[in-house]
């Protein structure tokens, strides 16, 4: 008698071809989505860069820019009043002890000897550096302080400026960095109301804008015009 006895020799499903195609269509859909995914994230990211980088780049710039014109302001203003200080001080002159006589005369040892008594408190309680006295002629009749006569072309700028106030008996306020910054007040002196010649008197822009920068924390430099 015979006894048939069948064995399972099936161990496992293989997946069809068809089975596999698909699994691998799904798999490269999906990369491809990703890959598309993070290159628009890439793009939006660098976007995002680039424009908050402009954004900086320009805020920057524009707070640079007011910083530059408050400084131009402010710069302005300490050496307008500057000027107008020294204008204030010309006219103050003819007033001083015995300036009147001294300049109706046009006697330079007169003006010598009578300014000396001023010069010193000048110099230390309004920073002036130099004054000069000139007659209706131009000619120089005294002296105080810088520059010195043999720096020539600081001296031919100032007698041109003298020239030109005596003519026209009108101030000037010239700023010079020719030798050293210097704001100028030329102006026309009256006494009992006779023009007898000019003045000149100059201060100093150093002391000034060192000032300005310890305080701002800033460099600061002059652009002149000459």
């Known amino acids: 008698m015979a006894i048939l006895i069948e064995h399972d020799s099936q161990e496992g499903t293989v997946p069809s071809k068809g089975a596999r195609f698909g699994l691998h269509k799904f798999l490269g859909l999906k990369w491809k989505v990703m890959l598309l995914s993070s290159l628009i994230l890439l793009v939006i990211v660098t976007a995002f860069s680039v424009i908050s980088y402009r954004i900086l780049i320009d805020n920057f710039d524009s707070q640079s820019e007011a910083q530059y014109q408050r400084y131009v302001k402010e710069i302005d203003g300490l050496i307008d009043q500057i000027s107008q200080n020294l204008h204030q001080l010309a006219g103050l002159t003819p007033f001083l002890k015995d300036m009147d006589s001294a300049l109706l005369a046009g006697d330079g040892k007169n003006i010598t000897r009578a300014f000396d008594l001023h010069w010193e408190s000048l110099q230390l309680n309004n ?25 020539d072309k600081e001296n031919d700028a100032i007698l041109k400026w003298v020239r030109k106030v005596n003519e026209r008996e009108q101030p000037l306020r010239p700023l010079s960095c020719a030798e050293n910054c210097m704001q100028y007040a030329v102006e026309p002196l009256l006494v009992e109301g006779k023009s007898v010649g000019v003045i000149v008197i100059g201060a100093s822009l150093v002391d000034a804008v060192l000032g300005f920068e310890n305080i701002a924390g800033a460099d600061i430099g002059l652009l002149i015009q000459e």
């Open 127 to 151: 920073g002036i550096h130099l004054v000069r006295f000139y007659d209706r002629s131009n000619q120089l009749l005294a002296n105080w302080g810088t520059p010195e006569p043999s720096a």
